[in-house]
């Protein structure tokens, strides 16, 4: 197994540092590619310096999803792994990620495919996955979504094969924010397993251990997308957006957009009767929801007629442009 890793970045030199040291002691034969955004403290200099680090690309996009396919575009090996730049790695992850992709797995007889997709004999693995410490539970968030099984995974933890990548393009561009949740459902509707592991665990903002110290909690900055928690209009876009390219406009599709506006206006509504919110907010609130749920379902149903087979009309291979430079040590 040739393994790369990516680790998209953007103004967290201090983090990054924490993250490249511990994929140092850990994988210390693997690929890393550091992908920067337009960074303002100094992270080029600092990754520069570096002699773990084999590549370096500066893109001018502050979107981790142009970040990640950037990262991918530059990656030369078989497996490709993303790393957050807030997450250190333990020391099992590489064996971990490694056995995941030993896995064999059959295809569930009521495992419906999307058009334009053909079943294998047998699934492979396209991704595996593991836990962020200290918060996240025991096992992957899984979802059935049109009569197809849907394993989410943490988009700063993850490893593809290259066969998956390049079979679905990557990261949707388009988006914003939730890109991997996006490729999840991609991934399903092709036949790809995502393979959870628990010695495949990462820790949340935290420095890299040194002999005899746990880590030392320090803030995490880079989202996917870097969109605030409850950035209400880039969430439904988002949301809709998945769903309406995915699946299409269906029955099923419609019940989960409004199952979310609907559990995220008793939320807003506790926050008035608390005192933590206004109604005057929960008014624009609610006009964020319904043009993030337009614009989002009209963008779905665009990209699903352009790309009828990975649903990917904005993924690795629409654009050589992503790099301002590229400094390569191989």
């Known amino acids: 197994m040739q393994l790369s890793v990516v680790v998209p970045t953007l103004n967290a030199r201090r983090r990054l540092v924490a993250c490249l040291d511990a994929l140092a002691a850990v994988t210390p034969e693997s690929e890393v590619v550091v992908v920067n955004g337009p960074s303002a403290d100094g992270t080029t200099g600092i990754v520069r310096e570096r002699e773990d680090v084999d590549v370096l690309v500066e893109v001018a996009d502050r979107n981790v999803n142009v970040m990640r396919n950037a990262g991918i575009e530059h990656a030369s090996g078989d497996r490709i792994a993303l790393v957050g730049q807030g997450r250190t790695v333990d020391p099992g992850w590489l064996a971990a990620l490694a056995d995941g992709f030993t896995g064999d797995h059959v295809h569930p007889r009521n495992h419906t495919f999307a058009e334009g997709y053909s079943l294998p004999e ?30 989410y995974f943490d988009g700063f933890n993850v490893a593809f094969s290259r066969e998956a990548l390049d079979a679905l393009d990557g990261f949707d561009e388009y988006l914003e924010t939730g890109g991997s949740r996006d490729l999840a459902h991609r991934l399903a509707a092709a036949g790809y397993d995502v393979a959870w592991r628990d010695g495949m665990a990462v820790r949340r903002g935290v420095k890299a251990p040194q002999r005899g110290d746990p880590g030392t909690p320090v803030p995490h900055a880079l989202s996917d997308g870097g969109q605030a928690e409850r950035d209400w209009y880039w969430k439904y876009r988002a949301l809709a957006y998945r769903l309406a390219k995915n699946y299409g406009l269906r029955p099923t599709t419609a019940r989960r957009l409004l199952s979310h ?23 624009a609130t609610g006009r964020d929801v319904i043009t993030g749920t337009a614009r989002g379902q009209a963008g779905g149903v665009l990209a699903r007629w352009r790309d009828r087979g ?5 993924g690795v291979s629409s654009r050589s442009d992503r790099a301002v430079a590229v400094y390569d040590r191989r």
């Open 122 to 151: 047998r699934s492979s693995i396209g991704a595996v996955t593991g836990p962020t410490l200290p918060t996240e539970g025991p096992a992957p968030e899984t979802r059935a979504i049109a009569g197809r099984e849907v394993t």
């Open 310 to 314: 990975r649903r990917n009309p904005r």
């Open 261 to 283: 506006a609907g559990s995220d206006a008793a939320t807003e509504l506790r926050d008035i009767v608390r005192g933590e919110a206004t109604p005057s907010g929960w008014a």
